[in-house]
């Protein structure tokens, strides 16, 4: 069960009953023994992918004083444009510059509420006469992503052995969620000193949706002996992979899966590439939930074998706190500058000697 590649799954194969019963166990596979597959044909059209690929280069290349109006210091939902370099991963420099954006919603934070609920608020958006229509086209593109993420997390119960609605209990009515994205840019080695585009992590939530927006190599995943597996890119395809959440959730079955992104080489252009964080209920203490599985399934995942080396940290916040104050927590560590503005209690339990001068992403 030691993958040697990333599995290309075909949404179109839903569209019967036969080839369903080919789709499901290829995802089960995918789920138990690699924690990352390809969604080829997803119910995102084409234009939409190609739209927002288009905008991309324009965001990056805004004068930097229209990028400076959103810093992500002014909001306390942590959203908007991070500087190059600004995260540290294992220890050293991610060379990347990004925005973060998230599907619509407004605050229904008001004092006295818990903290991590006011993670969750509006997005910050450069002027709609710098980049016109970019606002409409990703929240478009959002909205797309987030409709594929409940039909997806659907299937995973299904191919884990629940009924179609087994995980639905973690999130909350849709109109009351609320999901992540980034745009990320990271420059070539012409630009930057270090080839650590984001370092080895996990991802933290449940599902992950990833659109490679150029066609650089560089990202890359962890194999249960250690080895790094290339994910190059596919037009018009998804990379999804499994959160640390959606893994203990599911006892183990899903696994998370340790990845990194390489910095292009010289003489090559940006990589670009969006991923989405689809969020569960904010209030959710994962331990409480438990989950019965088929035994023949549990199997599966018994005869899979013990990751043998991983570079990555592990998540453990989640069987102790609510969901969304592992979030905000992840947050306020990887960046401390918006945390000591927002949440200043906060800040000072993570940051007693003050603001350092990068965020430890993990």
């Known amino acids: ?14 569209s019967n009953s036969e080839s369903r019963s ?7 596979h995918a789920l138990i023994n690699v924690g990352f597959l390809y969604l080829k044909n997803p119910p995102v059209t084409d234009e939409t992918f190609d739209s927002l690929v288009a905008y991309i280069p324009r965001v990056f290349a805004l004068p930097q004083e229209a990028k400076d109006a959103i810093a992500m210091t002014n909001s306390p939902h942590f959203l908007g444009y991070s500087k190059l370099g600004v995260e540290r991963t294992k220890g050293a420099s991610d060379q990347r510059e990004q925005f973060d954006f998230a599907t619509p919603l407004e605050s229904e934070w008001k004092e ?23 606002k409409d086209t990703l929240n478009l593109y959002l ?25 639905d209990q973690f999130y909350d009515a849709h109109e009351k969620m609320q999901h992540r994205a980034k745009i990320v840019k990271y420059p070539t080695l012409d630009e930057v000193s270090s080839d650590q585009g984001v370092g ?7 599902l992950t949706f990833l659109l490679q927006a150029s066609d650089h190599p560089g990202l890359q995943v962890q194999n249960l002996s250690g080895q ?35 910095s292009p080489p010289r003489g090559a252009t940006p990589r670009y590439s969006v991923p989405f964080f689809q969020n569960i209920g904010q209030d959710l203490r994962l331990s409480d939930k438990v989950l019965q599985f088929p035994p023949e399934v549990l199997q599966l995942r018994d005869s899979r074998g013990d990751v043998a080396a ?25 960046h401390p500058d918006v945390a000591q503005r927002h949440y200043p209690n ?17």
């Open 112 to 134: 006295g509420d818990p903290e991590h609920l006011r993670l969750w608020g509006p997005s910050q958006w450069p002027k709609e006469n710098d980049v016109p229509g970019f």
């Open 143 to 167: 909205t797309q992503v987030a409709d594929l993420s409940y039909e997806f997390i659907g299937l995973v119960a299904e191919a884990l052995g629940l009924p179609r609605d087994g995980l």
């Open 346 to 362: 906060l800040f000072h339990r993570f940051f007693p000697q003050g603001l350092p001068a990068q965020g430890e992403a993990y």
């Open 22 to 28: 080919i789709f499901i166990e290829q995802l089960r």
């Open 1 to 14: 069960m030691n993958f040697q590649s990333v599995p290309i799954l075909d949404y179109s194969l839903l």
């Open 310 to 334: 991983t570079d990555s940290v592990n998540f453990s916040e989640y069987d102790r706190e609510p969901s969304g104050l592992v979030q905000l927590i992840g947050r306020v560590k990887s």
């Open 228 to 262: 790094w597996i290339d994910v190059p890119p596919v037009p018009h395809t998804f990379v999804i992979n499994i959160g640390k959440g959606l893994e203990g959730v599911t006892q183990g079955l899903a696994r998370a899966t340790s990845h990194r992104v390489l």
């Open 200 to 206: 080895p992590h996990f991802d933290g939530g449940f």
